[in-house]
């Protein structure tokens, strides 16, 4: 069983969630957890719910960064952060992979830092999976969008990296043998979007192992036509936050509107389970976790406002990452299109 | 009255949508309209209607460019394509305004070769409406994304531009005092984003005229944030089709769940005014029109999939934009910055 290291300290309801997230997964599963950050303040949270000692053990750390410190000035000044302890308890091989739900920014620095870059990777990619319609039945209910803020503006040859890595995920994690794999764009057509789009169009249609369906628009995004989607990280950001945005929406207009009139609230309580469908749409994006691809060891970027559910499962996506072997994969799909 | 040249053979459901749509604004409106097209096809489809023929004029255009053919090549082959002549009835002054629902790419070009850019603009810039919430009581509804394709990439100064043409429309057409502007981007601190959005930061912050309320991020899109998000058109193009993905599936997901049980059937008919609040995601896409900013005239671009009610209002909003001196608020606006 793979020993996963769990940044304590990091996300909105930090310690509080982390740590009852981490104990329930220690009871459900046979995950072995590191709580990384402050001992007294964790051992206090695990005396107050149960778990299994056998499955959880601590690191204490004695500083972390907070939300919104600017990364860099953040991991200069606090070495101790448990992010940063956590990192490198991984590296040296105390654990096979990291979760956290603090700083992004600050969490991905910590990993270039510590972690070593599969050969010939570029840049490194965060993927996060979404929700989105089935063109066809057993296909996945899941899509991976990479990259979504590891990376600001990216060249073909970076974005074709993407496709590959992207691929290696979804073929191991989601068991789909042969992912369909888009490019982000403005039109259909191999032309759009400009030099960069149009060579990473001509270098993914080229890449051998790899299933390109061709341009993504922004309304097929939601739909069933590519199980991978690259991107430069701007995009994805903004993508991956539209949507949580307007599944924040729909579920307002729908509380909303059980609160205006009795009939809507009657309306609502018989269409609880269609509702419960859009707003999927949020949940997969708070709970699915969003894998670091591109370094030797996995982190694993859970949703800053991870309740203990999300961490929950985010510590069972990254034991599963681990056991099915998504570096090695990686690598050797980076190796084989050299 | 302004006179609106409308291109009646632009569109999937041209032209019989196209002049059925001009015909009900002929009756509801005292605006005046020249159809742009197979005038033997025009004058048919207007036999079958009722409309004021005080009101409609047909100006024959033997050709018209078809939706998936490639702008500069369609344009090179049809000169007499149906856009072609309209774009050149307004710049020669018979009309006031052009509407569309062709190809865009052709309908820019066209524009871009007939109409003369306002003095100092340096790109034109496609604006779309969209539905937001609410942050306050009265604000408008509709909140303005520009650009959404008519560029790809932008640098900080084509990005403070948009911002001041963006706040002429919204302070003329929705009439909105001093319009909020928003910088799309993948994190709130003005440092976010790389050098262009950075410097596009510093410069928006700067204008003098101009409310810049900071960095939008994509869960900002949908909220009341900004009444004038400002982008390059790549990331414009892809915001906006996404949202007119998701109103797709979450409308198709309602009438999936009509289809599978009575009590979700019953539910749905309960809730019909709370759902039809959803669906106005996608409808103001569809009705909203797109004004391309930055030419001394009016170019209104209708949906692909514009019905007769989406034509009625895309003419009625080109009118409005003439009546309330958009281009001059444009040129105005630019001058102040100079």
Redesign the interface.
Known sequence: MPVIAVDAMGGDFAPDEVVKGVARASLGTAIECVLVGDEPRIQKILESVSYNPEHISIRHAAEFVEMHE?PKEALRAKRDASIVVGAKLVAEGHAQALVSAGNTGACILACARHFRTIKGIRKTALASVYP??TEYPGQDQLALLLDV?AT??CDALDLAQFAVMGSAYARRVSKVERPRVGL????A?P?K??DV?TEAYQRLSALPGIDFVGNI???????GRADVIVCE???G??????????A???T???SN?VKRRF??R??????A??IR??AH?ADYTKYGGAPLLGFEHLFLKAHGRSTARAIENAVKVAAKAVRDGVPQEIAAGIEAVR
Chains 1, 2 share one sequence.
């Open positions: 600017p989105r319609q803020g600001i503006r982000l764009n403005m039109g057509e032309f979007g400009g789009l628009e922004g309304n097929d995004v939601a739909k990280g701007y995009v950001n903004v993508v991956l936050k539209l949507i949580e945005g307007i924040e929406v729909v307002d207009v729908a509107a009939m809507w009657l309306g609502m309580m018989l269409l389970r269609g469908e859009v749409l």
